[in-house]
């Protein structure tokens, strides 16, 4: 019904750069808030950063003042863009949204995206 594609991950050095794309596709009607979600190795997933559909933004501290959340509303993309990369931030990424399909009448399901894998290191 809705697909949630990501794309741009890969191995970059520390102090580096990537940018993150994932796009939704399918039968939709809206969609509310998005965001990105981490899996380092050995770490639980965690909450990177949000971006409602209003354009508020959300990081958790570690990323704070080197990524930036962004969106293309006519696009249904959301966008990650990560400066200063640390081996720390070493991470399978994950788009999440929430999203209204054209059967619903209100209200939004939560999808997934299948997963990015970034690599920072030297």
């Known amino acids: 019904q809705v697909q949630l594609v990501e794309s741009g991950g890969g191995l970059v050095q520390p102090g580096g750069s990537l940018r993150l794309s994932c796009a939704a596709s399918?039968?939709?009607?809206?969609?509310?808030?998005m965001g990105w979600y981490r899996q380092a190795p050995g770490k639980e997933r965690e909450l990177v950063a949000d971006?409602?559909?209003?354009?508020?933004?959300n990081y958790v501290d570690s990323v704070k003042g080197r990524f930036t959340i962004s969106r293309d509303n006519a696009r249904n993309t959301v966008y990650l863009q990560m400066n200063s990369l640390k081996s720390e931030d070493t991470a399978v990424y994950y788009c999440?949204?929430?999203?209204?399909?054209?059967?619903?009448?209100?209200?939004?399901?939560?999808?997934w995206g299948q997963g990015t894998r970034v690599t920072v290191s030297s």
């Open positions: 971006i409602t559909s209003g354009g508020s933004t």
């Open positions: 999440n949204a929430h999203i209204r399909t054209i059967t619903m009448i209100s209200g939004q399901d939560e999808y």
């Open positions: 399918g039968n939709i009607f809206s969609i509310r808030d």
